[in-house]
Each structure stands twice: as structure tokens, then as C-alpha cells.
């Protein structure tokens, strides 16, 4: 057997207390957008038959999986997104929703990439989406919800911008010059590259188009003649609720894969990288694809992973003080450490212990006997608001508040109505 | 390709809203009593490096592992438990903690099974574990914080109880019978077979240790003589917690797995099939082993899967009525249902659904135009609370309660106040 290596494999993050609390605040804070938006939460399979990815794709898949033959022979594959699985549940069970299916996910995702500063082998994934609703509303809904995340992380205008485009307009454009049906997919793979490749490479690959790289420019540059209709009512709407200086035409954006069908739209950091931090569209043929034809619904939707949002708020001074704030009082390991100040007073201490708990109270108390200093030393460091001494004067208590080491009394009797309503108050002088 | 499934993989589970909600009702009670308790919550991945799981087994490895080579030629293996995990990041981690470390993680686990009513390929777990700390009362906190979810589940006195064993027990015994040290963890496999086996299979297996299954039978029962000092530690200290009455000392427990080195524990459904809903005990040489020794620290824990206890929940009524309590109050996908009684009035209900959101209140409305009578019918399949008209006499609004069919008066301006408040007060019919 190997030496004991006491890393975890590369790409996959061991999340200790204060990484999971920060991966706590993403899924709270997703989670509660999510909820007000009045999508409901499911979770769809780690893993998957690795047909369904393939339905997906059409044949082709990516080299970076978690594919394996599970011990039945079956070719299965870790879940590199959830919406393929999302569609296989969609098509399922959609006579028992009425529509529009309005849902969202946190779920972990595992794509074997090499690891880098913001990208590892798993990540955690919000995907948010609206089934059965073809109309741009529920393209705007979803862009308003993108919008309001970034809010609700602390993020302010300016910091972020949504570039919105539809597909449409470019397959308008290309059936305008003449491009074959069959060939649009590949022109929207090239569009996809303007921004990364060559001009004269992408010449050369848009040449047996009968395009170059300056029509497609001119294109993307004459926002106002070619918007399509979809990108004017989500303009509308979004300005109705007081949110269109958060979002931009951008033709550019094509986003690369090849399931999208209209709408698609991407949140960008408008500050610094200019990363996406979150990307969707509109895939109106997925689920009769993933169900062979059988079931057939219009579908649109988007996904923010956890690495780029959890660097950007870290980058980014006043999302970043939010996030420690919320650490800061999520950070202590419990409310309430009893100070055990004589040990044969623990029976006394575990009764009071379970009372405070059962009544919602997270108390914590030393499991070994421990000098009283020790006690105190380790319930300050341990974050606690409060030190609750057990000592000789039992069944009067003393509170000290750790923070302005000042005392309180109480007791025994009084105790579990008196601290919940104590916690519930703040720590300055108290009033004489 | 073959023609498309719309199923899971064996074993595996879609989360419609309706399982996710199931789902979510265990992981806040265990996360709830878990910080109440003082633990901190943490994730190991979810794919380790085999080899941790060989270590942890003494190079024997089940057959029944999701393992598999990754795409690096790595022999890796999705998780069957979470312990060993938690060894190496405890190892790895642990100079920065003080002890003991009380650390709780929910995680999903995967086992190659053949699945069946209340078993799956994969499987939700809680796992509670106190590192560092090698005194009984750590493994008492660790029985109380089992007892005390049973009961934030809903359950009663009667409908479980903690059965707690104590290897060391059995190690005095069979030193007292003359059992070589090597043969001991054999030993504790043939006693851990005692109600499964035939007694005569036993005796055989038992022969060479010179002993017989009436022996074993003697020692189990006498209970009071045979006890170990740690089990009276961890009754006394329960006894002041009042939970006496949740525990029993069962020397026949020992739990098969090698890595337990104490105090064992098994929490039992007490009514019908004595199912263990949950299991643990002290794995004091765990962190060393997995470690290469480069790290010594005493542990306890215990686990409890989602199967066992939800099937648990659903048979015992008073549980089950807690649960269909939490999902009737959770199963709404919004609290408020706007109704758009003129298509024209579209930006002004966008505009009431941002400003009530972002108050923290869920809000939906229909994406398309859709007649008042079908809004409402919606809106009570919904299972909103509140249907908020906007129609022709806005800036005046009518709220309309679902359930009562009764209606109040409300206006734009004082909306979000007016409303976030209306949203604490009871149903009942109004006061005039």
C-alpha cells in the first residue's frame, strides 16, 4: 500500500468547516432567490446512463468525463450538468405538473478537466429553468432571476452585466445570405470563436459560407435593425421591473453548444475579467429529443456554477464584506458554552444543556473536566456569544457576554424562556 | 442508440419537488439538531483515492464499491461512507482546530446493491463525530444527539431504542477465556452473528476459541455483572440528561465492521421490524491508520441513512403527521399568486413582483395572458396562500385568501409592508 497521502484527489476539495459555510451561503442565498421566485427545488441523479448524455449531445460527448462500466456492465457516466437528466425527468413525469414547470437544482457536477484556479474536477451547480412556456416571458423571468442573485450576493450595477442574444437572429441572418438549414449549426459554432480566433482564420472556415468576418462584425454592430422580436419584449418586461440597465443586446453571444434554440444570454463581470458567471438559453427541442419524440415541450433555462461567483464576490469589496458578515455570525460553533465550574455539577449541566437545546439553543460544554480559565479561554475562542456559568451559586446562573465581558443573572427556573429571549437582544450596555 | 429510457439507473432516485421536499425535511432536522449540539458542518468528496478505503479496511475492500480508473489511470471509488474520508481530513487538518472536533456532514454515499424497498444504490447519510476526545461522555453526547433527532423526527418514547454495547467488554471476556489478541476481531465477527446464525453453525465456529454459543449467551444476559465502566459512565450521564429510558445496554451488539474499538451503539426502530435506523461507536485507531500513524487522535461517531428513516417516519403516525405538516407548509411553490386581470396592466404586476420579492416574499404569476377565472383556478393549485389582483382599479389591489375565499383590501404604495406583515397574521376570519 502506498504512503498515507491525506490530500484528496486533484480537482476535488475537502470542504472544512469555514469552505463549507461559504458553500452553505451560495446554496442560501441561491435557494432563497430560487424560492422567491416561486420555483421549487428537485435533484436529479449523480449519476446517469451515459445514452442520455448522448441523446443529448447527438452522438458526440466530451473527452473530459467521469465515464465507468458500473459493476452490471452498464456504461454510466458522474453527471458533468443536470440538464439532460433534467429533460429525461421533465418528459417522465410532466402530467403530474401543471405548466409552466418552474424548478431548480444545487447539485454537484464533475467534469475531469486539469485543475486550475477557479476551475476543479466537481463543482456545485445552480440550475434554474422553465418548462412548457415558449413565450420570452419566461426567458425575461429567468433573466431577472439571474439578475436578482447578483443582487442578493451584493453584487451593485456596474459590477455585472447581462448580454442577451437569440439564436433567431443570426438563423434569420443566415438564411438571408443564403446559408443551407444544415449548415447553420456549424455557422454558429464559427460566430461562437469571434472573439477568440483569427480574422483570417475564421475567413478562411466562413469563406464556403459565402460570409466573412467583417459581415458578421457589421452584423453584431447594427444591435437596433437586427434584435429580434424575442429580445424586445424581454427588454420591455425586464424594464418594467426596473432592471433593464443590467442587460445588453450582444449578438456575440452564441454559447456553444448545440441545443440551444433561441433566446440565449450569459451574466459577465463587467469589472474586471469579463468571465461568465452564469449562462443559459432557451432549448426548445431537448426534451422531445432526450424522449425520442415523445414527449415535446418548450423549455428555457440557465445554470451559475460555484467557483466564478465564489471568486468574484471574494474580488469584489462590497460582496465580499457581506460574505464575511454572514460567516461572521455563522462562524461560531454554538450560542451558548457552559462553563462547567465544578465538576460535580455536570448532571446539572447536561440537564440545562438539553433543555436549552430542545428549546433551539445551540449550546456546547466541555466533554472532559477542565480548569475554569481553560473554559473560558476555549468558549471565546470557539466564537460563542455567551458563557453560561455552572458554579457553587447553582440554581442562580451567571451570563457572561463574551464579547463585552459583562455578566447577567438568572436562573435555573426562568432559564430557557429567559435566554431565548436574551439571544434575541443585542450585546451593547445595558440599559440601568 | 437504443430507444430512450425516461428511468433512473437502477438503484438511483429522481427528487421530484415532492422527494426533494421529503429530502430537505431530513437534512434540516439533522442539520438543526446538529448545530444545536454544537456541531459544525463539513463535506469530504464525494470521489476519493481507493487506496483511503483499503487503508481504512486493512487492505480488504467490499465488493459492492462504485470503483472504477479515471481518466488519469487513478483507481478511485465514489463514496460508500464518509469516515474514512473524515479520518484524512481530520489528520490533515486537525492542528488547526481545537479539540475535540465536532464536526457533522450530510453527504450521499453509493453502494453497488441489488436495490430493494428501503435500499438503493445511492443514499443520503448523516454522519455526527467527535474527534479527539477519548472519555465516554463523548460517546454519551454522541447517543444523546441521536436520541434527540429521533425525537425532533416527531418520534416517542417506545417507537426506538439505543441499544449500547462495548467491545471492550468482550475483550475482557474473551482474555478471561484465554483468546489470543490476534483472534479476537474473529471472535467479535462470530458474536456479531448471534441472532443470524444457527446456534449449532455457531458452536462449530466457536469450538477452536474453546468456546460455545451458550457461553457467549451467559455473558450477554448478565448484564449487570459484565457491563463496562464506559457504559456506566454513559447511562449516568444520560440519566442527567433524562434520557434513561431512550437506552439499553445489548452486549450481542458489536457491529461487524473491524475499525470499532469500544463503545458501539445502534439506534432501533423498538415497534416492528427492530430495523437499525442508525449506528456508531469509537474508532480510536482509525485516524493513525489512515494517517500512516503520522497522526494519533481517539474518535466516535454514528451515521443514519435516509431510507431507513423515512420509511420509519411514514409507518409511525405521529412522525408521519409531523412530516405532512412541514410539506403542506413547504409544498407551495409561492406564498402569493398574482392574478393579471388586464393583459395591459403586465409591467405594473412585474413591477409588484420586484418589489415584494426582494422583501423576501414568494411570488409568482403567469407567464402568458391567461383569462381571471384560470389565474385563480391556478393559483389555488398552486397551494399559494394569497391571490393579489391587479386589475382596473389599481393603484388600488384585492387580496383574495385561497382558502377562505375571503378578500381584502390593499393599495400599491403600502403594498410590501402591508403585506410582508399580513403574511405573519393567521387566516382565520378577519375581526370586524
Known amino acids: ?116 484556479k477557479g476551475r476543479g474536477r466537481e463543482f456545485h451547480q445552480f440550475n434554474v429553468d422553465i418548462i412548457g412556456e415558449a413565450g420570452p416571458a419566461a426567458d425575461a423571468e429567468l433573466i431577472a432571476l439571474s439578475i436578482e442573485t447578483m443582487l442578493a450576493f451584493g453584487f451593485q450595477q456596474g459590477d455585472f452585466v447581462v448580454r442577451v442574444s437569440d439564436r433567431d437572429a443570426w438563423t434569420a441572418f443566415a438564411k438571408q445570405h443564403g446559408v443551407a438549414d444544415e449548415a447553420i449549426p456549424g455557422l454558429l459554432n464559427l460566430i461562437d470563436k469571434i472573439e477568440r480566433e483569427s480574422p483570417e482564420e475564421l475567413d478562411r472556415k466562413l469563406a464556403p459560407h459565402g460570409l466573412d468576418t467583417a459581415m458578421l462584425r457589421r452584423f453584431i454592430a447594427d444591435e437596433a435593425a437586427n434584435a429580434s422580436p424575442a429580445w424586445r419584449e424581454i427588454q420591455a418586461d425586464l424594464a418594467a ?14 454559447r456553444g453548444l448545440a441545443y440551444y434554440t433561441g433566446v440565449v444570454f450569459e451574466v459577465f463581470d463587467a469589472r474586471k475579467s469579463m468571465r461568465a458567471v452564469a449562462g443559459g438559453g432557451r432549448y426548445d427541442t431537448l426534451v422531445s429529443t432526450i424522449s425520442d419524440g415523445s414527449v415535446d415541450l418548450p423549455a428555457s433555462g440557465f445554470a451559475m456554477g460555484d467557483y466564478v461567483i465564489r471568486n468574484l464576490i471574494e474580488e469584489t469589496t462590497h460582496a465580499a464584506m457581506q460574505l464575511e458578515v454572514w460567516l461572521q455570525r455563522n462562524a461560531a460553533a454554538s450560542d451558548v458554552r457552559l462553563v462547567i465550574a465544578e465538576e460535580s455539577l455536570r448532571p446539572v449541566a447536561l440537564d440545562i444543556a438539553t433543555r436549552l437545546r430542545r428549546a433551539g439553543v445551540s ?17 471565546e475562542k470557539s466564537g460563542a456569544r455567551f458563557a453560561l456559568v455552572v458554579g457553587s451559586e447553582f440554581p442562580a446562573l451567571k451570563l457572561k457576554v463574551l464579547a463585552s465581558r459583562t455578566e447577567e443573572d438568572c436562573d435555573n427556573v426562568t432559564l430557557v424562556d429567559w435566554l431565548t429571549d436574551r439571544l434575541q437582544q443585542p450585546d451593547g450596555p445595558l440599559l440601568a
Chains 1, 2 share one sequence.
Request: charge should be positive; charged fraction near 25%; proline fraction near 5%.
Open 241 to 254: 421591473r426596473g432592471l433593464e440597465g443590467f442587460v445588453e443586446l450582444d449578438l456575440s453571444i452564441v
Open 1 to 116: 500500500m502506498a504512503s498515507a497521502s491525506l490530500q484528496a484527489l486533484p480537482g476535488f476539495r475537502d470542504f472544512i468547516p469555514r469552505e463549507c459555510a461559504v458553500r452553505n451561503y451560495l446554496f442560501e442565498t441561491w435557494r432563497g432567490v430560487a424560492r422567491r421566485f416561486g420555483f421549487v427545488e428537485y435533484e436529479s441523479p449523480v449519476i446517469e446512463d451515459t445514452a442520455l448524455y448522448l441523446r443529448k449531445s447527438g452522438g458526440e460527448l466530451s473527452a473530459q468525463l467521469f465515464r465507468f462500466e458500473d459493476q452490471g456492465g452498464r456504461d454510466v457516466t458522474l453527471r458533468p450538468e443536470v440538464t439532460a437528466s433534467l429533460a429525461r425527468i421533465a418528459a417522465r413525469h410532466q402530467r403530474d405538473f401543471p405548466k409552466p414547470i418552474k424548478w431548480f437544482e444545487i447539485g454537484q457536477c464533475f467534469r475531469y478537466e486539469k485543475p486550475q
Open 363 to 379: 449550546v456546547d460544554f466541555p466533554l472532559a473536566s477542565a480548569k475554569v480559565a481553560k473554559q473560558f479561554q476555549a468558549a
